[in-house]
């Protein structure tokens, strides 16, 4: 059965030429490494999962950072819809200034459509210094704020004289680009140009590391953290969960950067690259075999031998601590098949752990993707550009010759990029099996199609396909906000994850759904029809 | 928990700070759902729709669906009639609802796309139906944008000249299925014929049944809707929500009105009954004054654990005065009653109500938010919080125990299902907050003090 031609069968024209290239059977014969069409435009009137510039940049990248009083420049919606509801956890440090349970927006009305929000805006920032003297104000624009032109960024530039605080505004009306995505870029950008490498303390480990693209959704930060604290990391600044200002101000003096969820901050990678000669690497904190291979690389970027020891040491350590509960839970999962619908990272990340349960993916899918995402860096110069991805802006940095470190020889630096991938990610497509689907923008019509057709055992989505697939008798987990759970990275974070699936699996609701009598009426009609039969 | 809230109160203008409302789209999108085979559609960048549906998903733990014209850039620019027009020709063919019920958003009223001339330009199927209501969230509240996307309804659809056959037309305010559900129970208790409109029962507590119904059985059929324009006489259930579309039938189809508070406790309840009755012609059921005694009852029972207790309502105008009336009724204090929707008619009608029951004294506060409640918690605290899931900030960092209700609670299930409207809804009610401020009660008590009988 081929479900992608099912599903393109019952599209119109328009929309069959569309979503054609954006769905993959994989068959390793015809190609082993075949191109998606991605990050392109969603359809209008086509239910996506997809958000939108702001939620990127508000929601995912910036809205984390806990020193900061970030104010939402629009009407009241965009900030309250943003407001305690993606589990980014996060504790104050000593001096206590933790802004992750408050809102803040300029809650806009009609006038200030008519005659601009930017003096709604000073005083909003007024206030807030005046309540919370918050060391540094960010500030992110909804959809009106670009039409009415509200200069968002002088008011911000303002503010850093009259108060003498860090502000920094990022333009990142929804409209931009084709999802969050275009947020990320936007909030990646901001983060570079006007935080990073503004405080120039020295870390006090010896060996600094930045984790960048996690967002400590459930605690997942934490246990990571804890994970490299004990091999013996310094960990600078995470980006951005539990992250803060302060921190990332300081994250030029790491010498590593460890990249976590590839789309969403490869950008400040990159550009740490260019301005400070930072090195970076893809990791995968999800799925045992995946952690283990990370901090072996990791181990190997420093080239200590007491790190590759102490690595060895705390794998072995870890992963015997949580041998008996991983084993009581694969033979409970053993066999069982998972969809997985994410981001931009995560139903790449879960396949590995997915496996270690003896669970197989059969389909996997990204929301807001580009193609190298999906397979591999190397194809970023083949993607053309389009008039959306112009929209946002490629930040113009240059070599910070002050800053400007190299960690490794030359000649180190070529080995490992062979030997643990320095700087490169591969992509998902290649670590799928044949036969299996791989889908960007995964819509409401093919995600009941392929429920149907695949019937997985397990659907990980979001909050907006949960209880389609669960109505339909799938069990659905929220795969962005844990349905509530967490942590899931690190060894810890796998038994919870395996704990999570065979709870939702086992659930007694899931029997009692046919009534008894449904049952009998059914028995009694087939026994019938079989004694017609005989 | 809101370690940064100061107790000293400064003046705010600008700066909104934990808010107590939302933007119009999303009450427009849950409007919609309660009408039958409704695809709502947001007119705009497809990230508020992602939001709304995140949110009503996480209230009602039930599918939300809603499309979006997915504006970009170039769409802001030159006007989004083109991806309407697109949106439109793909729901119908892809998801076939029997009507697209289209809302605005900032983005799409700021460029001013005009959308009644757009949809009046398109090709619409045969025997389906385009409709539109203009929210832009930088005006009122989702409560707001829920009334106008009724009117909208009302203004495409209602027709005179169809035939109700003298029923009443009833239009809830923003209210749960479960609220709904009994709400037509009380109706027919009473013996009243009546269409209501819009009605999310059926379609926001859909059964478990391994299958599922894009469009559930449940909501008002575009039958229903027209047929409201020859009710013999319209029920409007709270003035924020209801009034300004019982006016919009009124005057496009000359039915003329009662807007009534939201029937929650016993006076309100008691209104809605006795116009109910009135309309119906009959005499109020025995069997429902046997209901409302039963609700007495409990809270003369109970009275000893309500009596003076200091209360801070907040949430939605319509759901905040039936609370403040039953609370009221309960013997405790209001303190504090606030609603992040602006509108002076919220202060006018809450301070009539504490006057008729001599309470003196109470902050109340329309366009108010969550940050101001707590510095005048922190001022001059409360036995209770009563309102939505946002104030369980609050409830820890001060402790003080919460009863939820009203919208949006995200961290509790069920709840959807249970009314609050109605004697019964009251009789739910009145026994959340007992259990609530006897549970703190005995929590607080010294050993010897725990008394097993109370």
Known sequence: MDVKAEILGSYNAKVFKNRKDHILRINKAEAENPEIAANTRAIPGIMTNRGCCYAGCKGVVVGPLKDAVTITHGPIGCGFYSWGTRRNKARPDEDGRNFIQYCFSTDMQEPDIVFGGDKKLRAAIREAMEIFKPRSILICSTCPVGLIGDDIHSVAAEAEREYGITCVAFSCEGYKGVSQSGGHHIANNGLMKRIIGSNDLAPTGKYPVNLLGEYNIGGDGWEVERILRRIGYDVVSVFTGDGSVQAISRAHTATLNLVQCHRSINYVAEMMKTAYGTDWLKVNFIGLKSISGSLRNLAQYFGAEELMERTEEVIAGETAAIADDMAFFREKLQGKTAALFVGGSRSHHYQELLSEYGVSTVLAGYEFAHRDDYEGREIIPAIREDADSKNIEQAEIMKDEKRYRVFLSPQRYEELKNTIGLEDYKGMIRDMPDGTYVVDDLNHFETGVFADLLKPDIFFSGIKDKYVLQKGGTLSRQLHSYDYSGPYAGYKGAVVFGRDLVMGLQAPAWGMVSPPWKINAEKSAAEGQRDSHA | ?454
Not at chain 2, 5 to 13: A, D, F, Q, V, Y
Not at chain 2, 165 to 176: E, I, S
């Open chain 2, 1 to 454: 928990m809101l370690d940064l809230t100061p107790k000293e109160i400064s003046p705010r203008n600008a700066l909104r700070i934990n808010p107590c409302k939302t933007c119009q789209p999303v009450g427009a999108l849950y409007a919609a759902l309660g009408v039958r085979r409704c695809m709502p559609h947001s007119h705009g960048s497809q990230g508020c729709v992602s939001y709304h549906r995140s949110l009503l998903t996480r209230h009602f733990k039930e599918p939300a669906i809603a499309a979006s014209s997915s504006f970009t850039e170039g769409a802001s620019v030159f006007g989004g009639g083109a991806n309407l027009r697109t949106a439109v020709k793909n729901i119908f063919d892809i998801y076939d609802p029997d009507v697209i019920a289209v809302h605005t958003t900032c983005l799409s009223e700021t460029i001013g796309d005009d959308l009644s001339t757009i949809i009046l330009d398109m090709q619409v199927p045969e025997g389906k139906v385009v409709v539109h209501a203009n929210t832009p969230s930088y005006v009122g509240s989702h409560v707001t944008g829920y009334a106008n996307m009724l009117a909208g309804f009302i203004r495409y659809l209602a027709r005179g000249e169809s035939s109700s056959g003298g029923a009443a037309a009833v239009l809830p305010g923003f209210l749960n299925p479960g609220d709904l559900r009994e709400l037509k129970r009380l109706l027919k208790l009473v013996g009243l014929p009546f269409v209501m409109f819009p009605d999310q029962s059926g379609v926001m507590d859909a059964p478990m049944t391994n299958t599922y119904e894009m469009y559930p059985q449940g909501g008002a059929a575009i039958e229903d809707i027209r047929a409201l324009g020859s009710c013999a006489k319209a029920l409007a259930l709270g003035f924020f929500a209801c009034a300004e579309p019982a006016d919009v039938l009124e005057k496009k189809c000359k039915v003329p009105n009662l807007v009534l508070p939201l029937p929650i406790g016993i006076m309100a309840t008691d209104e809605l009954v006795m116009a109910a009755a009135e309309a119906a012609g009959t005499q109020v059921p025995a069997e429902l004054e046997e209901e409302r005694g039963r609700l007495l009852d409990l809270m003369l029972d109970a009275n000893p654990y309500f009596y003076d207790k200091k209360v801070a309502v907040y949430g939605d105008p319509d759901t905040v005065a039936g609370l403040t009336g039953f609370v009221l009724e309960l013997g405790m204090r209001p303190a504090y009653v606030l609603t992040g929707t602006p509108g002076e008619a919220f202060t006018r009608g809450i301070d009539a109500q504490l006057e008729r029951f001599g309470v003196k004294g109470c902050k109340v506060k329309a366009g108010a938010d969550l940050f101001e409640l707590h510095q005048w918690i922190k001022n001059e605290p409360v036995d209770l919080l009563l309102g939505t899931s946002y104030g369980k900030q609050i409830s820890k960092a001060e402790d003080i125990p919460l009863v939820r209700a009203g919208f949006p609670i995200l961290d509790r299930y069920g709840h959807s299902y249970m009314p609050i409207v109605g004697y019964r809804g009251g009789m739910l009610l009145a026994e959340k907050i007992a259990g609530a401020l006897m549970d703190r009660q005995d929590r607080d008590a010294a050993d010897e003090d725990l008394d097993v009988v109370m």
